[in-house]
């Protein structure tokens, strides 16, 4: 089945760029997508990426994807505190259920 | 418009005891999820309705775990006998389609303890 890995944890100060990696093993996948769960939160939707691109960008938000590596990576510009949370890469797999990693978080500072 | 909900919000039951779920999925979604995280680990599907009929529920961990989808609209999951194991979050996520591919937008999650 497909497994999906993500670095845990990752630290950075306020106004930097924030690089969340992920890896998966299906090559099949159509959208490709990153969810945020924020403190004592649901996962709220933040963006996705059709299979068929190589990058996406939604205002501080760039998503690269690399098909040939199945390599995800979600780019944060000038990241504020308020970022902060719980970052899930979900990757389709099956009929229609959605594969997540363990989620990488991102801890932003003053 | 409404989102996914979920109730309750955090539900706090003895081993043993059964405890019920419920979920509201976007109105007109067709398609319903059910995912659980538990401690640290993958948020890991448990099944998929279409309406009310079971898509897939190849998820389920075992025959303690009961969902329903009676009328296609709200769903239930139900935990009976619950055991310690079965603590964590429990997320409910609807969708249009039910291809691969298509969003699925998630509620806030029921957050389970069992003592």
């Known amino acids: 089945g497909e497994d999906v890995e993500q670095s845990l944890f990752l630290s950075v100060r306020e106004g930097d760029s924030s690089v969340i990696n992920c890896t998966y093993t299906d090559s099949s996948s159509t959208y490709l997508y990153w969810y945020k769960q924020e403190p004592g939160a649901g996962l709220q939707l933040l963006t996705y990426i059709f299979s068929n691109m190589d990058m996406k960008q939604d205002q501080r938000l760039t998503v690269l994807l690399n098909k040939k590596d199945k390599h995800l990576s979600l780019r944060i510009a000038d990241t504020q505190t308020g970022d902060s949370a719980i970052y899930f890469c979900a990757v389709p797999s099956g009929y229609s259920t959605l594969t997540f990693g363990k989620g990488t978080m991102l801890l932003v500072s003053p | 418009e409404a989102g996914v909900t979920q109730f309750p919000s955090h539900s706090v039951i003895e081993k043993g005891q059964t405890v019920t779920l419920r979920c509201d999925p976007i109105?007109?979604?067709?398609?319903l999820y059910w995912y659980r995280r538990v401690m640290g680990k993958e948020i890991k599907f448990l099944l998929h309705f279409v309406k009310e009929s079971k898509q897939d529920e190849s998820g389920m961990p075992n025959n303690r775990f009961l969902a329903e989808r009676t009328g296609g609209t709200y769903s239930t999951l139900k935990v009976q006998p619950a055991e310690l194991e079965d603590s964590g979050v429990y997320f409910c996520?609807?969708?249009?389609?039910?291809?691969?591919?298509?969003?699925?937008?998630f509620g806030p999650g029921t957050r389970l303890l069992v003592l």
């Open positions: 109105s007109g979604h067709d398609n």
């Open positions: 996520a609807s969708s249009q389609i039910g291809l691969a591919g298509s969003t699925q937008y």
